[in-house]
């Protein structure tokens, strides 16, 4: 580069994105300095990844400008910021597992004559990227015979192979033990100091204080604010993600009576290293919040219960002991589970409302297998009027909804015959905000019709809103438990990120 | 209908109607060719739209048209199957030792060779199922150990039947129509009415559409895969004596290419191939489609040879519509 570099390696200018009805990233102006490690913190959907995958060319926003070296770009894939000097290495490798570290570093960018690789200028290359990087690996060891933390190696001597001075890095500590933590962290350390910049996504805050130059905090894709790390705190960063929607009301919340019986209770649940001896108990006409950070083993829990992973413990449906081996068994039980996933999980997206909305009970609109689709589509059309799903035809396929009415008509799937437990994980990921507002009142009437509720989300104030009780998990365990009394989002979430109140060993 | 109208795309529709062409012709896109062609051999020759040519093409695809009934239920249930003419062959060499050796009698030995069909369709549908095996590859497997089975029980010879009444299955005719052509014509209801109407469809439906959705909400994927695959070596099974029984000879080899045959009548009429969508009809417009395509070239005296060009042109086609309409929907 003939001219001076400019000061900050990439500028972010008025960046939105938004996926359907949800903003993820609105109006974000942010300078990254060259060479520097810049940590980017929030909540789950806060639209820390978003940003991160912006910088890399893997999203591409809405509007605004992505300034890299003082230009304007216009990335339309990971492949375009390659050339632009950046890379984006996830908690999931990406790596050609049955090929060597080798072959894996020069993926796209051997050295050849003609098409014939020179193995002795490989060789030669790799010598001198182990030198630069300190990163010492065996050239000839397969990739799927390396650790996790060795692969993320194997993606950093291969993007400093491509030349990039600029990687993003996201959670890339999440699938890492402490000691391999630590030395992903001095590694990072020696690429900043030869001058290379990172962008650091993560939400464990200590790492992120320990290592960053910068961090900023985003909180509902709002940048909340930028700043030295060492005027930082654990508990200063919790508090600016802190922070309710206003946008958002909630029904009048009507606790359960206090004789109300128990109709889910779960002792010593396991399924290691998702789910570690989790109890709960919950009450006819209660909600209960499940929350904690994504990965934290919510919706693990959640799947153990309905019977959709293998798990072990003990599990009373309205006082009987059941062994819940599969979700039929569970639907048998009167236990249903709309699934953290509608697209991938939920839903059968090419076939109509009615196939959709009867498939788990299809004894009920049949004689010996034979169904009879009059009095289907007669129950059906109740049962979608109830709910306010907004259709042109209950044989409309569900991919010509929209993720509001998607989500409705999950809730009449399960609802088709009344359950006693009923489980909802993230149901209002991706919907607008009033389609939100209906599910809240979907969810609050079914506690008052004496359901049992466990209600996973990712948006506190969600929980906040409509749970009578909850429970917060971390590292596959509930870690704290608060009533209405005790509640509030700033428990959560020093619960969720094990900071200052509530340290565990 | 059950709520009042209202636009729920809102921001879509351009997008959908542009890509609803693709969709559109593929989903229609078997009867608008099948009519096309109908119409231009009947324009082009007089012998083709004859009672006896009709009837003719009606008995000469019976026997694909059964196995592909069959293996559409397969295709929609997410599955793949690619024994069936190792099957049919199995069954008529079943059938006809079952004749030969033992006094069940010509009904019996039939009903034996089909269900021989059955069983070998639950052997492929546990191999994929319950020992987790793609379908291809399992299939592929079971022909091959299917067609050495054959040669083990023939020592590799025909087994040849001489009793005239024999060939009743195969060339017996009511009201002048071949009594394979009613055989695929219950068999094609059967299936269409098990997919169409009953539990077992729509458990078949989902199963392929969205494996994981179709067990979170209480489906025995494994088991309605297995049914299907049964359901595809049943058709085989009766393809197989329908076939012995027009020429009285079995062999082990002698159905094998009878496979490809089905599948391209299946992807033709449009089921997809990776499940989830499909019908009966349209394989069966798919499998008199392709027959058409060989009465059309000898009824016009073309070089036959170049048959095999057209329909494997015409089937390229085909699945690249199904990929380019699947991928504009999601």
């Known amino acids: 580069m003939s001219s001076e570099p400019p000061e900050a390696h990439v500028e972010l200018r008025q960046v939105s994105k938004h996926f359907g009805g949800v903003q993820a990233l609105a109006g974000i102006d942010l300078p990254i300095g060259r060479g520097s490690i810049h940590a980017l913190v929030g909540e789950n959907g806060a639209g820390k990844s978003t940003l991160g995958k912006i910088i890399a060319g893997v999203l591409r926003q809405d509007s605004g400008d992505l300034i890299v070296d003082g230009r304007r770009t216009a990335y339309r894939s990971p492949r375009d910021a390659i050339a632009d000097g950046t890379t984006i290495i996830t908690q999931e490798p990406t790596l050609v597992p049955h090929r060597s570290v080798l072959e894996n570093v020069f993926l796209g960018a051997e050295s050849s004559v003609v098409g014939v690789i020179e193995r002795r200028k490989m060789a030669r290359r790799y010598r001198a990227l182990v030198e630069q990087t300190g990163i010492e690996l065996p050239p000839r060891a397969l990739a799927r015979s390396l650790s996790v933390a060795d692969q993320q190696k194997v993606e950093i001597l291969r993007a400093i192979a491509r030349d990039t001075r600029l990687i993003v890095m996201d959670e890339p500590t999440s ?214 799903v907004r259709a042109k035809s209950t044989n409309a396929p569900v991919n010509t909804l929209s993720g509001g009415n998607q989500q409705k008509v999950l809730f009449a799937k399960w609802l088709f015959r009344p359950p006693r437990v009923f489980i909802a994980d993230e149901p209002t990921r991706g919907i607008d905000v009033g389609a939100k507002m209906a599910i809240y009142e979907l969810i609050h009437s079914l506690a008052k019709q004496g359901i049992g509720v466990l209600l996973i989300s990712s948006e506190h104030e969600e929980i906040l809103g409509l749970a009578h009780r909850v429970l917060v998990m971390r590292n596959g365990s509930v870690v704290a438990e608060f009533d209405q009394e005790t509640m509030n989002e700033d428990v959560l979430l020093h619960a969720a990120f094990a900071t200052a109140q509530d340290k565990v060993a | 209908m059950a709520t009042q109208d209202v636009p729920v795309a809102r921001a879509r529709p351009l997008a959908l109607s542009r890509l609803a062409n693709v969709a559109v012709i593929r989903d229609y896109g078997v009867v608008v060719a099948f009519v096309a062609l109908f119409i231009t051999l009947s324009l082009t020759s007089p012998a083709f739209f004859t009672w006896a040519n009709m009837k003719n093409l009606a008995f000469q695809t019976a026997p694909v048209g059964i196995i592909a009934a069959g293996g559409t239920l397969v295709f929609i249930g997410g599955g793949f199957d690619l024994s069936v003419g190792a099957v049919s062959g199995f069954a008529a060499i079943i059938a006809g030792k079952a004749f030969l050796h033992t006094g069940i009698g010509l009904w019996g030995s039939l009903i034996v060779g089909a269900l021989a069909g059955l069983g070998c369709g639950i052997g492929n549908g546990i191999l994929v199922t319950v020992g987790r095996v793609n379908a291809f590859i399992a299939t592929l497997a079971t022909s091959i150990i299917i067609y050495g089975f054959a040669q083990v029980i023939t020592g590799g010879n025909l087994v040849s039947v001489q009793a005239e009444r024999f060939a009743t299955l195969g060339l017996g005719t009511v009201w002048g129509v071949n009594y394979p052509v009613f055989v695929w014509a219950a068999f094609a209801l059967v299936c269409g009415f098990l997919l169409a109407r009953t539990i077992f469809g729509r458990y078949t439906y989902a199963a392929g559409g969205n494996p994981e959705a179709a067990r979170l909400s209480g489906v025995r994927v494994g088991t309605i895969r297995t049914a299907t695959f049964a359901m595809s070596g049943l058709g085989a099974g009766i393809a197989g004596v329908i076939l012995f029984s027009e020429v009285g000879t079995a062999q082990w080899n002698a159905n094998s290419g009878i496979e490809f045959d089905a599948i391209t009548a299946i992807v033709l009429g449009g089921t997809s191939l990776l499940g989830g969508e499909g019908a009966i009809w349209r394989t069966v417009l798919g499998a008199f489609f392709l027959q058409m395509i060989g009465n059309g070239f000898d009824l016009l005296g073309t070089t036959p040879q170049w048959q095999y060009v057209i329909k494997g042109v015409i089937l390229a086609t085909a699945v690249s519509l199904d990929a380019w309409a699947r991928r504009s929907r999601t």
């Open chain 1, 175 to 388: 699938a890492l033990t402490r000691d391999e933590g630590e030395k992903l962290f001095a590694l990072v350390r020696g690429l900043r100091d030869r001058g290379a910049t990172i962008v650091y996504v993560s939400h464990f805050l200590d790492e992120v204080l320990a290592l960053a130059d910068t961090v900023t905090v985003l909180r509902d894709g709002r940048l909340v604010r930028t700043g030295a790390a060492d005027s930082e705190t654990p508990d200063r960063l919790v508090s600016a993600m802190l922070g309710r929607r206003l946008d958002l009301t909630f029904p009048e919340k009507e606790p359960p009576a206090a004789e109300a019986p128990v109709v889910l209770s779960v002792r010593s649940l396991s399924r290691p290293p998702a789910v570690r001896d989790v109890s709960l108990q919950i009450r006819a006409g209660e909600i209960v919040g499940l929350a904690g950070l994504i990965g934290s083993g919510r919706s693990e829990v959640a799947r153990a219960i309905f019977g959709a992973d293998r798990a072990v413990g003990e599990i009373e449906v309205e006082g009987r002991g059941v062994r819940l081996r599969s979700p039929r068994q569970a639907i048998d039980h009167g236990v249903v589970m709309i699934p953290e996933d509608r697209k991938s999980q939920g839903l059968l997206m090419l076939r109509s409302i009615v196939d959709n909305i009867t498939l788990p009970h299809l004894d009920d609109v049949s004689k010996a297998g034979i169904l009879s689709r009059r009095s289907e589509r007669r129950r059906v059309r109740e049962a979608t009027a109830r709910l306010d």
